[in-house]
Structure formats: structure tokens, C-alpha cells
């Protein structure tokens, strides 16, 4: 069943690597400086820089190793003819609490970089299956469904899929929330980028049970064209895309390490692939293109094996494209599951 394996999808995606931690408090400030080499000097933001003495609810940052020398070409600037004034930064998180955050990586403290927007109240279905989802902790029981992924065009419209496969039309700026009646199997991960042919940008998606293959998403007839399966193999994918044209995924590589990797948008085929050793994924994962850098928003996990706990929560870290260094940047006390970025955002 369609709606059966929305659910399988989402469950597979943000469960099963151990128990699940017990509920974790406000994080910003919770964390520290990450020591790893080739690693850059990470944001000095008030209060998350600086590390507060551990308690048993907060689950420790790992430390993360630069991968090695490889690097991910990104296109010259290039700026949308059509771009739409927005609020700056027009980079937007969505979390599984139903929240909206306005993301700007380039804030100077951690108040100002994650915002609330407000919460989504979208209508969710309840026939024939949709409106729930299978909870994580309980393979036996269903949760009411909460969004799995995001994209966000450059007029600030934002397509929010949730776990049941129901996808959402929401407004950026009054957060309002409309059905659009349509179901995908499997949910997905996507983001718009620029065309390279002409002045309009289009909608990518990672489809399928497990995100593994690519597809356009037409916005007006809301048809899904498939592309073709991810070459090498993706699982579980996340895409962000820029104004230049570029299309970047963000995800499971071989069952256990997190890449990233550029996408041809005309065949699937990834290539500079980027390997992300020691990043955690947790419950959940989104990502953004900004300023010449991706931003990865990872569930918070604490222990290895049989002991590993995850967490309600999120990790932002900073990717560098030209060498995979990470350099971690704050905490969340959310699960984000989908980010999204308009094509005017800046390049450099």
C-alpha cells in the first residue's frame, strides 16, 4: 500500500540505531569548540561557544575529523533574474514539533540565528491511512504525522512533505499551510535550483522507499517525473540547490557514513562524492547550500552500539566543500527533518 510505505520509509529513516534518549532541554549553550584536525575556526557565538558544565539530559557533541582531500566544485555566482525581496537570510528548518525556524548562518549569536516563524497547523488527512505514521519507538503503534522534508522556492513558498507522504503548500512569511492533495509513497527530500537554460528554477526530488532515486516535481500540475536511480547508489537523500544551477545530496553512503555529493540533474550520476566520516545522523537530516558553505542539521546522538541514545534534537555543523572539513556551529532543542533555501541566497 502506498500510504504503508510512506510510514515504512519515515520509520526506517529516523529509528532503529537504539533506544531513544529521554527528553532534552534547551541546547544553545550547551556546547563546545570542536578539536579535529583540518577542522576551521567555528562561529564565536555568545553562549554556545562557551560550555556549560554536563549534566545527564545533554548529549555530548563528538568530535569530528576532517575527511580527506577531496573537494566539491561549486558553480560561479550567479544571480536569479527573478528573485523575490524575502526577509533575509531565506533559509528556513522545519522540525517534527510542527515548527517553522528561520535559519541565518551567518547570525553573530545564537538568538539570532535560529527564529521561530511560527507553527504549521497543516489539515492533515484521516482516511484511508494518512494523518499517522508508524512511531519510531513502537513498531505496534501510530503517531499523528509530522513533516519529513522541505524545499523552498525563491517567492518563499515552501512544499512541506510529512511522513504519511501528504505534501503541503506553506507560506513562508504567514505561515499558512494548504493541502494539496497529493500523496507520495515513500515521502521524499528535495530542493529547487536554478535552471541553467532559462529564468525559471525547478523542483528536485530524492523519491522512493528509501530517497534513492531522482525526479522532477512540477509545482503547477504537481506530476513527478522520474529521472533515474541515484549512480553510485544513495539512500535516503537530502538535496539542496543553488542559483547557479547546482544540485548537491546529502546522505546515507554504504548503510553508515553520511556523504555529500553533486548531482546531475540530467542522469542522477554523483560524482565528487564527499565523505562525512564521524558525523552523526540521529533521528533525522537536512541541509543547506550558503554562502559557499553546507550547513547539516543532524539528530543529537550520544554512545555507540548496544549504549547509543538519540535524541529530539539537532546538530548544526558547517561542511566545507573544498575539503570536507566540519566545524561545528550550535545546538537545537528540535528534531529539524527538512531545510530549504531560496536560489537567491548568496553564493561566496
Not at 532515486?213 to 504537481?222: G, I, K, M, R, V
Not at 547539516?296 to 539537532?314: E, L
Request: glycine share 10%; charged share 15%; with cysteine.
Amino acid at each position: 500500500m502506498r500510504v504503508m510505505d510512506a510510514r515504512t520509509a519515515w520509520s526506517q529513516r529516523i529509528a532503529g540505531l537504539g533506544p531513544r534518549g529521554a527528553a532534552v532541554g534547551v541546547l544553545f549553550g550547551l556546547a563546545s569548540a570542536v578539536s579535529a584536525c583540518g577542522s576551521r575556526t567555528g562561529l564565536e557565538l555568545d553562549d554556545v561557544r562557551t560550555p556549560t558544565e554536563p549534566d545527564s539530559s545533554t548529549p555530548p557533541v563528538p568530535p569530528l575529523d576532517a575527511a580527506p582531500d577531496v573537494a566539491i566544485p561549486i558553480s560561479p555566482v550567479q544571480t536569479p533574474p527573478a528573485c523575490v525581496a524575502l526577509p533575509s537570510p531565506s533559509a528556513y528548518v522545519v522540525t517534527t514539533a510542527d515548527n517553522l525556524w528561520q535559519f541565518n548562518p551567518s547570525a553573530t549569536t545564537s538568538a539570532a540565528m535560529l527564529q521561530l516563524v511560527g507553527h504549521l497547523d497543516c489539515p492533515l488527512a484521516t482516511g484511508l491511512g494518512l494523518g499517522v505514521c508508524q512511531d519510531p519507538d513502537n513498531p505496534n503503534a501510530l503517531i499523528a504525522a509530522s513533516p519529513f522534508s522541505m524545499a523552498v522556492d525563491r517567492t518563499g513558498t515552501a512544499y512541506v512533505v510529512y511522513c504519511d507522504g501528504e505534501v503541503f503548500v506553506v507560506d513562508t512569511q504567514g505561515v499558512t499551510c494548504k493541502a494539496t492533495g497529493l500523496d507520495v509513497p515513500g515521502a521524499y527530500g528535495g530542493a529547487f535550483t536554478e535552471d541553467t537554460t532559462d529564468a525559471n528554477e525547478t523542483f528536485f526530488v530524492a523519491t522512493g522507499d528509501m530517497q534513492d532515486t531522482l525526479a522532477s516535481f512540477n509545482t503547477t500540475t504537481l506530476a513527478i517525473n522520474t529521472i533515474g536511480a541515484f549512480s553510485p547508489a544513495a539512500m535516503y537523500a537530502e538535496l539542496t540547490g543553488t542559483g547557479a544551477g547546482d544540485l548537491f545530496a546529502f546522505y546515507l553512503n554504504n548503510g553508515s557514513e553520511m556523504s555529500i555529493a553533486k548531482v546531475d540533474k540530467a542522469n542522477a550520476e554523483l560524482t565528487n562524492i564527499l565523505p562525512l566520516p564521524g558525523l552523526p545522523r540521529g533521528r533525522g537530516w537536512a541541509f543547506v547550500f550558503w554562502g559557499g558553505d553546507f550547513y547539516t542539521f543532524t539528530g543529537a546522538v550520544s554512545g555507540t552500539g548496544a549504549t547509543q541514545m538519540m535524541f529530539d534534537a539537532t546538530v548544526i555543523t558547517r561542511i566545507s566543500p573544498a575539503d570536507g572539513s566540519q566545524t561545528f556551529v550550535a545546538n537545537m532543542n528540535e528534531l529539524v527533518v527538512g531545510a530549504g533555501v531560496s536560489t537567491c541566497a548568496p553564493q561566496r
